[in-house]
């Protein structure tokens, strides 16, 4: 069965340094994988998605992820963090069977300090 | 504006009181799906819709009904809601469904719910 981890549970980072976020999946196939934000009281927006080609995607907000398969990764990385991206981040990976599912990590949060 | 609606946005219940949580979308999504948020345990899926007249189980059914008698409505059902049921639920809905690059799950605002 297909899982995500996102081993950080929490991440503080000031305002203008860079930011990384872990994922890594274990998914028998070529996956097709996510990032989405979730901000208070919101639901969840997407951020970006991979599922072949180019192994650095960019997303919106100024996010861009790499794919890297030999390390089952999928990381997410912004070069300068502001105030506003402190939210949960999740990770996740699309199920190409009859259910149609994503699996999510369980989530990281981002506090960004002034 | 496309978008999905969930109704209510909180709601506090006590065990065993028959509740419905409203989905709605105007996407013409033929995917619909039912996600719950607990801390620690990212989202798991409790039902999904291939179609109208087509639902099946995700991962943590148990305690929970849908029906898809329409193609933009998804209501969640707990017929007995019991305490372990407290959760923060997510509707998401896509055109093909996931994985579908090209179609990616919109997701509503939650429903935080209190089972007491």
């Known amino acids: 069965a297909q899982s995500v981890t996102q081993p950080d549970i929490h991440i503080t980072v000031s305002e203008g340094a860079s930011l990384e976020l872990r994922c890594n999946y274990s998914?028998?196939?070529?996956?097709?994988l996510f990032w989405y934000v979730q901000s208070p009281g919101q639901g969840l927006q997407l951020l970006l998605k991979y599922f072949s080609g180019d192994t650095l995607v960019q997303g919106i907000k100024g996010f861009e992820a790499e794919f890297k398969r030999s390390q089952s990764s999928f990381n997410l990385r912004k070069p300068s963090v502001h105030w506003s991206d402190a939210a949960e981040y999740f990770c996740a990976v699309g199920e190409d069977t009859g259910r149609r599912a994503l699996t999510f990590g369980s989530g990281t949060r981002l506090q960004v300090q002034p | 504006e496309a978008q999905v609606t969930q109704n209510p946005r909180y709601l506090i219940t006590v065990t065993g009181k028959k509740l419905t949580v409203t989905c709605s979308q105007n996407?013409?999504?033929?995917?619909m799906s039912w996600y719950r948020q607990d801390p620690g345990l990212g989202l798991r899926q409790i039902y999904y819709s291939m179609n109208v007249e087509v639902t099946d189980k995700g991962d943590v059914p148990e305690g929970y009904k849908v029906s898809r008698k329409e193609k933009r409505n998804f209501p969640l059902i707990l017929e007995s809601p019991s305490p372990n049921q407290t959760s923060l639920y997510f509707c998401?809905?896509?055109?093909?469904?996931?994985?579908?690059?090209?179609?990616?799950?919109?997701f509503g605002n939650g429903t935080r719910l209190t089972v007491t």
């Open positions: 998914y028998g196939a070529t996956p097709y």
């Open positions: 998401a809905s896509s055109f093909h469904g996931v994985p579908s690059y090209n179609s990616p799950l919109h």
């Open positions: 996407m013409n999504h033929e995917y």
